[in-house]
């Protein structure tokens, strides 16, 4: 006769974080256009240092990421690609 075993609950939410957490603390820079369809979709994206997250909080109430600033000031003006930089 065979037992069913029950496994522990596991989570099953994706980290939308990577990293030490000292990411939460800051407002990020990233594609508005991303922003906005991630506001609205859940889709995480990914910030200019490399943080990928789903925004969801006002980034206005956080000083901007030190990494994500010097790398947007280091991009030539108009972001070369056409799409505009924004912060969250």
Not at 20 to 30: I, N, T
Not at 50 to 59: F, I, Q, T, Y
Request: charged content about 30%; glycine content about 12%; some cysteine.
């Amino acid at each position: 006769m065979s037992t069913t075993k029950i496994l522990p609950e596991q989570e099953t939410t994706p980290r939308t974080s990577h990293g030490d957490g000292d990411h939460e603390r800051f407002a990020h820079y990233a594609d508005k256009h991303k922003i906005t369809e991630s506001m609205v979709t859940g889709t995480p994206i990914r910030a200019l240092c490399g943080k990928v997250w789903v925004p969801s909080r006002d980034p206005k109430k956080y000083p901007v990421c030190p990494e994500c600033k010097e790398i947007y000031d280091g991009l030539p003006p108009g972001g070369g690609d056409g799409g505009d930089n924004n912060k969250q």
